[in-house]
């Protein structure tokens, strides 16, 4: 490979100064008062070079690399998956590129990802946060460097964010289960902080204390040993075999629950009846289909991506903050038919 094309060669090549160069590079030729005729020599040459810009070198010079950077939990779980795509599109139609990166709920990594994000001079953050970047957080606000939270927000700290009702959206499903004749209703979850988490929690807790039955809750520790967590589920419902049914918080316990169930020879709904958090393809594929509240992907996409456009364009930094809550669809499929009917068919 030959060496690389700079701004000095092509000013050498032609005779003329660098900052001539630079400035018809820079779209600032008429500003400077440049000849059509030198602009016309120094486009056919750039083209026939093939010279490209170097994109770390014009950040310094604009103050914009045109890049958003993005931190979800995990890239390859399916809702940050299609997510981060839908956003990706929107971006590039408007001049900007992703830069993807998953923080597996880790503080100390996430933190390290803001810091090098930092050095890439990413124009805009949109974060799913794991709890103690608070100062991290602080700090792009303070530097007027736009972000957006979006899944969960952190309390402390007043942010653009993006969220659902997750108490709303598990109160709806438990009260499903009640309605359809369940009355030991377990809900798993992972053991967190994070205030989507605990929202999810308290939406069962309440459901339960209306209609005045007791909660069994599991919270599972988080491991990226997938086999930690599937083994903490099985030992869950071995013990607790008078469950009838049983609410996950998140996809990822759902599916690695319907693996304990399977292992465990229960039969759904007839054993124990499944609703999870996050509905995704696997659940309508299953036998039985698995009740799901869905997250409306699209909307929550198109929110995160217009306030952090809107930001990034404004001709002055935008104080002000949007909060968004949106609602979910619970999606109902055989995982929770009535259990008085089965109870009338069994006897």
């Known amino acids: 490979m030959g060496k690389k094309i700079s701004i000095v060669d092509i000013a050498k090549a032609l005779n003329i100064s660098k900052s001539s160069v630079s400035f018809i590079l820079n779209g600032h030729a008429k500003e400077k008062r440049i000849s059509d005729e030198l602009v016309e020599r120094v486009t056919k040459y750039v083209n026939e070079v093939g010279y490209k810009p170097n994109s770390f070198a014009q950040s310094l010079r604009t103050g914009k690399s045109n890049t958003i950077g993005l931190m979800v939990e995990d890239i390859s779980n399916p809702f940050f998956a299609k997510i981060a795509r839908l956003i990706e599109d929107r971006a590039y139609e408007n001049g900007y590129k992703m830069i ?25 953050y949109i974060i799913a ?11 792009l606000l303070n530097d007027d460097l736009p972000v957006v939270l979006f899944d969960r927000y952190l309390s402390t700290i007043e942010t653009d964010h993006v969220v659902i009702d ?41 459901a339960l204390k209306d209609h005045n039955m007791k909660s069994c809750i599991k919270e599972v520790m988080y491991s990226r040993n997938e086999s930690l967590m599937y083994e903490s589920i099985v030992t869950f419902l071995k013990k607790r075999t008078d469950l009838d049914s049983v609410i996950f918080s998140t996809n990822h316990l759902g599916v690695l629950g319907l693996k304990a169930i399977r292992t465990l020879g229960l039969k759904i709904p007839n054993d124990i009846a499944v609703a999870s958090f996050d509905d995704y393809e ?8 698995i009740t799901a509240i869905a997250q409306p992907i699209e909307a929550i996409a198109d929110n995160i991506i217009t306030i952090l456009l809107n930001k990034l364009n404004a001709p002055t930094k935008l104080k002000s903050r949007q909060n968004v809550i949106l609602s979910t669809d619970l999606k109902i499929r055989e995982s929770t038919s009535n259990r008085s009917k089965k109870s009338i068919k069994k006897s």
């Open 282 to 289: 696997l659940f309508e594929l299953t036998t039985p289909p």
């Open 129 to 139: 946060p794991p709890e103690g970047i608070e100062d991290e957080i602080n700090a």
């Open 166 to 206: 997750n108490k709303s959206s598990v109160y709806n499903v438990t009260t499903h289960l009640i309605e359809q004749g369940y009355k030991n209703i377990g809900f798993i979850s992972f053991t967190s902080v994070q205030i989507q988490l605990k929202e999810r929690l308290q939406g069962y807790k309440d």
């Open 100 to 124: 993807y990166s998953s923080t597996d709920n880790n503080t100390v990594k996430t933190q390290e990802l803001i810091s090098m994000f930092r050095d890439r001079h990413v124009d805009g």
